[in-house]
C-alpha cells in the first residue's frame, strides 16, 4: 500500500504541529517527536520535520513524498522499466528512493524502519533508546 505524504519543512516544529492540529489534523506520536511528527488525516498525512536537522532544507519548503511497505526494490524495476533513474538512499529513518518526475520535481518514497528512526531520534535528542 502506497501512502501519500508530503513534507513540510519548518523553522518550529511545535508551532507547526499545534498549528495543522488545531486545523483537525490527528497527531501520530512517533520517535523523534522533537524533529518530526506525523499529521494524519482521513485520505492521507503530512510531515511536519525541523529544518534545522534537515540536511540543507529551508525552512518554508516542501517535498513531495510518499511511504512504502513494498520493497523498494520493487519500485526501481517498475521505474526501469518506464525509463526513469533512480537512487536509493539510506536515510537516519531507513531507506529512499528518490526520482525525478517529467516536471524535474525529485519525489521520495520512503521505507520507513522503526529500529533506525529510533537510534536516529536518540542521537538528535541525546535520549537512549
Known amino acids: 500500500m502506497l501512502t501519500v505524504l508530503p513534507i513540510r519543512y519548518v ?10 492540529a488545531g486545523l483537525g489534523l490527528g497527531v501520530r506520536q512517533e520517535p523523534g517527536a522533537a524533529v518530526w ?5 482521513a485520505a492521507g498525512a503530512v ?24 520493497p523498494l526494490e520493487e519500485v526501481a524495476e517498475r521505474l526501469e522499466r518506464t525509463g526513469y533513474a533512480y537512487e536509493i538512499v539510506d536515510e537516519d529513518f531507513g531507506r529512499s528512493l528518490r526520482v525525478t518526475d517529467p516536471d524535474g520535481v525529485v519525489v521520495q518514497i520512503q521505507q520507513i524502519d522503526p529500529e533506525t528512526v529510533g537510534r ?10
Open 11 to 20: 523553522a518550529d516544529v511545535e508551532a507547526s504541529r499545534n498549528f495543522y
Open 37 to 41: 511528527v506525523r499529521l494524519t488525516a
Open 47 to 70: 510531515g511536519i520535520h525541523d529544518a534545522a536537522v534537515s540536511k540543507g532544507r529551508p525552512p518554508g519548503t516542501a517535498e513531495l513524498g510518499f511511504t512504502t511497505d513494498e
Open 120 to 129: 536516529s531520534a536518540a542521537a538528535v535528542t541525546g535520549e537512549s533508546g
